[in-house]
Structures are given as structure tokens and as C-alpha cells.
């Protein structure tokens, strides 16, 4: 399974990016050892995401919602509510 994802950074910018595991990449990016855009912005903060049936489909969702005006992208995460397991 694939992830679209955003997360927040320490400044207030977001990123967005894709992986197979949504933790392991979270930690990757607080370790500092993610995307060099996170790296001096740390810590961050995964303030939402999408699963994906395919890789290709997690790089188009990525590449979709890279392209929002940030306006849509904070109210992605405003509205993002993932069920509680």
C-alpha cells in the first residue's frame, strides 16, 4: 500500500511527499535524515494522508496536491479526520 501525505513543518510550511510507511517516514523526516526541504525545519507534523491502491497513484496524488494553493492544502488538514483504530 502507498501514501500521499503532508506534513507540517516547524515554520508553518508544508510538505508533501509519498512512501510505503507513513511512520517510518515521519521518522525519517524528524530524524533529519528525510527531504532536505525538512531537514532545518524541524520537528514536523503529519497533518494528513491518503492511501493509494498503487505507487503510480500516490506520485499523481502527491504531484495533485503539490500543485494547491496552500489555502486548499491547509484545509485538507483542517478537515482531515482519520478513523481511530
Not at 55 to 61: C, G, I, T, V, Y
Request: aromatic share 12%; charged share 30%; glycine share 6%.
Amino acid at each position: 500500500m502507498y501514501f500521499a501525505y503532508l506534513v507540517r513543518c516547524a515554520d508553518g510550511t508544508l510538505y508533501g511527499g509519498y512512501t510505503t510507511d507513513l511512520q517510518k517516514r515521519l521518522a525519517a523526516h524528524n530524524s533529519g535524515k528525510g527531504a532536505k526541504y525538512t531537514r532545518s525545519r524541524l520537528p514536523v507534523e503529519l497533518v494528513w494522508w491518503e492511501e493509494c491502491p498503487t505507487k503510480e497513484a500516490a506520485m499523481s496524488r502527491e504531484w495533485h496536491v503539490k500543485r494547491l494553493p496552500r489555502a486548499e492544502k491547509l484545509k485538507l488538514a483542517e478537515n482531515f479526520h482519520p478513523e481511530k483504530e
